[in-house]
């Protein structure tokens, strides 16, 4: 296999246009993105990435999942492909870059290799996974989720929308079910390029972000029931005040996360407390503690001494407690020898870097469980995504497509 040259490298320009091409497809009202998947904008996305793969001599696959896959053949025709994308659907106010440059930076390794003529042992594909985001239905990574067989193929077809719109007959009227079964393609390997969605990269001053794991995360739904009372006339020692128990618990929550320090993060996001008025003490709160952390172990530790503390924190003070986990999944450890590929990559073109974890979810960790992935980061700005002001420059953009192709060409074998 002949050595990569640390000159080849992507059309910047030409990957910018076509992020800004795509971007005019389901505008938001700042700037920004609304194509939401199985939309009207979503359908036009595809049908404009499609047109673009096919004029780089691509042929495109859909499975029944609207999953894309767009082929450009290797010369042997026993290799399995590798594969690389990401996902063209946004958030309702979402940015131009989110999951978009995955898709059109797979695309730009195509288009390079074209220009070159240059050939690989393995077939590249470039792939959309259909409704990452999960916004419009929820989970978010669900076509990558049945692919990986994380979700059934029915269970996926049954979300509804806002307006009881089913996944299934949404696919079908944008025109983009397939015939292909979900999940029966083999893949050599899958790479995924993102944009951060956190400030660290920025913060750090590095190009690349080397993603070395996933998240995983852990929901506990928990209800605490008190007593609603006047907060005029009720004496200190007679309140049975559940927003202070829940006070309580977030401050146990800090300390929890910062004590496996630096990788884990705990919060409460969701909090509703009843009945919300502002001369009643709440009687009962429930609210959604998020926990995350790369490692399964530590996840555990949290989750049991969230429970265990707000146990204590309620029986000192007379409260009922209950407990649901709502939501979670584990760590992902993405595969050694994609993840030195990217690193290699990076030192190869002198693009700085540093290790990452993905504090997000994103469909590499999905994909992950069903072939070798790994997935390359690039900054965004003040760490902004999901959010129509989302912004990167062209340089970063550039450098984790640079990357991305030497990690994907090495991995599919480049032979000339
Ligand atoms: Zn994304």
Redo the contacts with the bound molecule.
């Keep these: 296999m002949p050595a990569l040259n640390s000159n080849l490298r992507i059309n910047g320009d030409r990957l910018w246009d076509s992020l800004m091409e795509m971007a005019k497809i389901g505008p938001g009202i700042a700037g920004g993105n609304n194509r939401q998947t199985l939309t009207d904008e979503d359908a036009e996305g595809r049908a404009l990435f499609q047109k673009w793969c096919e004029a780089s001599g691509c042929t495109m696959g859909l499975d029944q999942m609207g999953n894309m896959f767009a082929t450009r053949p290797g010369s042997d025709p026993e290799a399995l492909p590798v594969y690389v994308g990401?996902?063209l659907d946004t958030q309702p106010t979402g940015g131009k870059y989110?999951?978009i440059l995955?898709v059109l930076g797979g695309l730009e390794i195509i288009k390079t290799l074209n220009d070159l003529n240059i050939k690989t042992k393995h077939p590249i594909v470039v792939t959309n996974w259909t409704n990452?985001?999960g916004t419009r239905y929820a989970p978010p990574m669900l076509a990558s989720g049945v692919f990986g067989g994380v979700h059934t193929q029915e269970w996926a077809y049954d979300r509804v929308d806002a307006d009881g719109k089913r996944f299934g007959d949404e696919l079908v009227r944008i025109g983009w079910r397939g015939d292909e079964k979900v999940g029966e393609r083999k893949m050599h390997a899958f790479f995924e390029l993102?944009?951060e969605?956190g400030p660290i990269l920025e913060a750090e001053n590095k190009d690349i972000g080397v993603v070395t794991h996933g998240q995983g995360l852990s929901w506990t739904e928990i209800t605490i029931i008190g007593k609603d009372s006047h907060t005029g006339s009720t004496p200190m020692h007679m309140r049975k005040n559940a927003g202070l128990a829940m006070a309580r618990i977030l401050e146990n929550v800090d300390e929890i996360a910062l004590s496996h320090a630096p990788h884990a993060v705990g919060a409460a996001g969701h909090i509703d407390v009843y009945p919300n008025s502002r001369n009643f003490i709440p009687g009962k709160v429930i609210f959604t503690v998020d926990l995350r952390s790369p490692e399964l172990a530590v996840i555990d530790d949290m989750e049991q001494r969230l429970r265990s503390g707000a146990k204590k924190i309620c029986d000192d003070m007379g409260l009922e407690v209950s407990f649901e986990k709502v939501g979670g999944f584990d760590p992902v450890t993405f595969n050694e020898k994609c993840v030195s590929s990217i690193r290699n990559a990076a030192e190869r073109m002198g693009y700085s870097h540093m290790n990452i974890i993905s504090g997000?979810g994103?469909?590499a960790c999905w994909i992950n469980g069903v072939a070798p992935s790994a997935m390359v980061m690039c900054p965004c700005v003040d760490g902004l995504?999901h959010n129509e002001a989302e912004d990167i420059s062209k340089e970063w953009a550039v450098a984790g497509a640079d990357v991305l192709m030497h990690a994907v060409i090495e991995t599919a074998e480049i032979l000339t």
């Design positions: 990401s996902h989110d999951g995955g990452e985001e993102h944009i969605q997000a994103h469909d995504s």
